[in-house]
């Protein structure tokens, strides 16, 4: 819906600069370009489209500026929506801006402190960038760390028998040579025993001739069987589960325990004459919007003709000054849907669900939940 078209000359031009020039330099254009009495009628007419012409002071004593000051501060004040649309119907009575009308102190103040804002921003681009630079590189390390935890290594060598002095090519030899059935396989994973001997026992008299302390290891590897090596490694990874005729694990969720400490609820029927009764959950509710006439008692009575209930209504202070009052409302949590309802409540009343917390004095303003 389109707002009606004001016509005024000094709220057109107050309203339109008031969002990018300070007071000092708007009260100074007006008293130099408009006279006493256009301030002061464009003062009541600004009021009165407000609705607010109780709360206008009058100026007597330098009139003009003091008015100029009360528009600014009302316009402020006020919802930029509930503001009407000012118009200039005199294009020749708006007085242009120029360098006399600014205040070069405060530019100069503004641009020092944009050139500060962007050192401080640049500064922490600059941390940044470092600090992402050591993240990358501590990544970059614990992939290299992970990769090599990942190699394959010998983990069945028996280091107190000196097998450690074995070299690479005498285990994956020794490996090799573990069973004739294996050996096809052992010859295409075992790059670096590709000249093995065909004997067991040449391998054992290869091996001792480097060092004699190999021999006792690489026959103990040779008489194991592969297959058993290899069953008893993937057991261990499976957690000792059995593979299928695929080769895959079938992997099962571990289930959550349930909470020892749980909340139950009562299912016996109350009574009217029970000495336990439940107690009746409520929700608070905002209402804003409200005549600055409205009392406490007159939500209540409102509330208690439209559900047959008395609630506890709390009055909210504003840290500014309104011409609207605004309440908490407890609602018990089954009437919470009708409550939210716009033909619940009358047409321009604002509603929702209270957010914040009510202070200790405020909380007892109205008798406790009960019905009628």
Not at 104 to 131: C, F, G, P
Not at 134 to 162: F, H, I, K, W
Not at 175 to 194: D, F, G, I, K, L
Not at 297 to 325: A, C, D, G, M, P
Request: with cysteine; aromatic share 4%.
């Amino acid at each position: 819906m389109s707002q009606p078209l004001i016509a005024n000359e000094v709220l057109a031009f107050i309203k339109h600069a008031i969002d990018y020039m300070d007071e000092v330099s708007i009260l100074q254009i007006c008293k130099s370009s408009f006279n006493e009495e256009e301030i002061s009628s464009a003062k009541l007419l600004l009021f009165q489209a407000l609705g607010k012409v109780d709360q206008m002071q009058s100026r007597r004593r330098d009139g003009g500026q003091r008015s100029a000051q009360d528009i600014i501060t009302m316009m402020k004040s006020t919802d930029p929506d509930d503001v009407p649309a000012f118009v200039a119907k005199d294009l020749h009575k708006l007085p242009p801006v120029t360098f006399d009308h600014v205040d070069v102190t405060r530019l100069l103040k503004d641009i020092t402190s944009l050139k500060t804002s962007l050192a401080e921003v640049q500064s922490k681009l600059e941390v940044s960038n470092t600090t992402i630079g050591s993240l990358r590189a501590e990544v970059e390390l614990l992939r290299n760390a992970v990769s090599e935890s990942r190699a394959p290594n010998n983990t069945s060598v028996n280091v107190r028998r000196g097998a450690q002095n074995a070299s690479i090519g005498s285990f994956e030899s020794a490996s090799c040579r573990a069973s004739p059935a294996t050996e096809n396989a052992c010859v295409a994973s075992c790059p670096a025993a590709a000249v093995a001997v065909s004997s067991p026992v040449e391998v054992v008299t290869r091996v001792g001739t480097s060092t004699p302390k190999r021999a006792y290891s690489a026959i103990v590897a040779a008489n194991k069987p592969a297959v058993s090596q290899t069953t008893q490694h993937a057991g261990k990874r499976n957690g000792g589960k059995q593979n299928d005729e695929d080769g895959f694990t079938k992997v099962e969720k571990k289930k959550r325990k349930k909470p020892t400490c749980q909340n139950q609820c009562g299912t016996a029927l109350a009574e009217p004459n029970m000495l336990l009764r439940p107690a009746i959950p409520t929700t608070q509710l905002y209402v804003s919007r409200l005549h600055h006439s409205t009392k406490v008692e007159e939500i209540v009575e409102y509330v208690r003709v439209k559900t047959n209930w008395s609630l506890r209504v709390v009055q909210l202070e504003s840290r500014h000054s309104t011409n609207f009052k605004s309440f908490v409302v407890r609602v018990p949590t089954h009437l919470l849907e009708t409550c939210l309802k716009g033909e619940f409540w009358p047409k321009g009343v604002v509603y929702r669900r209270f957010r914040g917390s009510i202070t200790t004095s405020q909380r007892n303003t109205t008798p406790s939940l009960r019905v009628q």
